[in-house]
């Protein structure tokens, strides 16, 4: 009963990691920038559109490199459809601010520079942690959300796969 | 005659034949408190005296017998009321009479059956006493000794190895190894976790037990979770390739042995859960069950020889022989 008193505690076998691997580019890069507000129409029809850039060697993305123009509407919409599509917690939108639409403000409401910036670092926020997601990588509204030149808002949801 | 407020009382002690000799362990009560109890094993002879001490010297007192009880219960905290005695044995000490001066009372159960460890958890106890009583027609005298249990296996004949490969298709492929999948309470997990692909962006990586205690059956049935540890296994982003080692000391950690639908009342195991957490703090886990089990000390001189013999009671396989040779060649050795 004596003998097996010490724990055998070596390290278990190991594969050698091939250099390639060890000191590549790692397989897992997405970044995603969003930038460049503009505010486009004139009276009460203006509207900002934020420049959305991806970057990555995710498979699963059709383009390794991308670059749209999206409003905050978009957003809400892109929102809406992963939460009744996916089985994703959705992470919340910065606010909608509607008190900002109001008239007789002593500042610029919606088109304000520092509540531009606010919504712009917030919706950069929501997509990072979005298109993260393994399983919002799946839904077909992220990726036209994502890469495709306009939102279609009469798309058919359906399922992405492996590109 | 006992007159009302007058009456005659007494005082009981439960002492164990050997108490001078015997090891204690230490076990946590309900409230939490950790305290000492003799230690014993399953077969082994429970004796001693129980001492009846009168209040009042001189006076007489009128009882319905004494005895003296071994029990060993389980009790569900939702249905306290219902005690499940699996040992139940009683030694009567006197027929009814009367003690006209203050007594002491042999008792032995020998070679008692404790076929489960004693267990305090959060919806369940398990637990053995003696209790000693004297018998009054108005109300009882009763005194209890809670004694702890420990029961004991040795290395098991068959202990693989846990090895798989998990993971979310075209994310995340991991496998993972763990040496053993039988460890004893002072065991050490070795394994590894090995990286087949990475496309997400992994920030650290750690190693929990959690322990789950199980009570009531069919659609009663209730688990209680319990994190004992989390262990830290790795900080930063693993590629391709990379071998992240395990190395994780139970001894540190407050366990008990699993035990597995004890007398069809509850269960208590152990699960080790390997948590992945991304850079949006997402967590991505692999449950796997562990067997837990006590491990005998080295049999030594100062042991009875009922311990010995119950330390020899264990699954796999075993030497009657070679452990009872061990036990002269200490005497030897003298």
């Known amino acids: 009963m ?64 991308s670059c749209v123009r999206r409003r905050y509407s978009d957003f809400e919409w892109l929102r809406a459809e992963l939460e009744r599509e996916s089985k994703v917690v959705v992470p919340p939108l910065p606010g909608k601010a509607l008190f900002r639409q109001l008239p007789f403000r002593g500042d610029d409401g919606i088109f304000d520079d520092s509540f531009i910036e606010e919504r712009r670092q917030g919706l950069e926020q929501f997509l990072n942690k979005v298109a993260g997601h393994p399983l919002a990588q799946n839904e077909r509204c992220l990726h036209m959300f994502l890469q495709d030149e306009s939102v279609d808002k009469n798309y058919t949801p359906s399922k992405v796969r492996q590109a | 005659m006992s007159f009302f407020g007058f009456g005659q009382s007494a ?187 990475v496309r997400i962006k992994i920030k650290h990586m750690e190693i929990d037990i959690i322990k789950r205690e199980t009570t009531g059956t069919g659609p009663n049935v209730y688990h209680e979770n319990d994190t004992i540890a989390k262990y830290e296994i790795m900080d930063g982003a693993p590629v391709r390739g990379e071998s992240i080692p395990i190395r994780l000391f139970l001894a540190g950690y407050e366990m008990t042995p699993t035990m597995r639908d004890i007398n069809k009342k509850f269960s208590v195991r152990y699960y080790l859960n390997l948590v992945l957490i991304d850079e949006e703090e997402r967590r991505y886990f692999k449950q796997q069950e562990i067997t837990l089990w006590r491990k005998g000390d080295i049999v030594r001189k100062s042991m009875s020889h009922q311990a010995a013999i119950a330390s020899q009671r264990f699954e796999g396989s075993s030497n009657p022989e070679r452990s009872k040779s061990q036990h002269a060649e200490d005497e030897d050795t003298s």
Do not use: W
């Open chain 2, 11 to 197: 005082d009981i002690d439960i002492v164990l034949s050997d108490a001078e000799t015997r090891k204690k362990a230490e076990h946590k009560s309900e409230d939490g408190r950790k305290d000492k109890y003799f230690l014993f094993y399953d077969g082994e002879t429970v004796s001693g005296k129980v001492n009846v001490t009168l209040k009042y010297p001189g006076k007489r007192l009128e009882h319905n017998g004494v005895k003296i009880e071994f029990i060993g219960q389980i009790e569900l905290y939702y249905d306290r009321g219902n005690h499940h005695e699996f040992v139940s044995l009683v030694k009567d000490l006197a027929r009814p009479g009367e003690l006209t001066q203050s007594q002491t009372f042999d008792f032995e159960f020998t070679h008692v059956e404790k076929p489960y460890e004693s267990y305090t958890g959060q919806n369940v106890k398990l637990r053995y006493f003696l209790r000693a009583t004297v018998s009054r027609r108005m109300n009882d005298i009763s005194k209890e000794l809670d004694i702890v249990v420990h029961t004991l296996s040795t290395y098991p004949e068959l202990n693989s190895s846990i090895k798989m490969e998990v993971g979310i298709e075209d994310c995340l492929h991991i496998e993972f190894e763990y040496n053993k999948s039988k460890y004893h309470l002072k065991d050490v997990i070795v394994g590894k976790i090995y990286f087949l692909l």
């Open chain 1, 2 to 65: 004596a003998a097996d008193a010490i724990a055998d505690t070596r390290r278990l076998f190991t594969k050698p990691q091939n250099l390639n691997d060890a000191y590549g580019p790692p397989s897992n890069f997405l970044e995603i920038d969003v930038s460049n507000p503009e505010t486009v129409g004139v009276g009460r029809g203006r509207y900002t559109t934020y420049e959305v850039r991806l970057k990555t060697n995710l498979p699963i993305f059709k383009l390794k490199e």
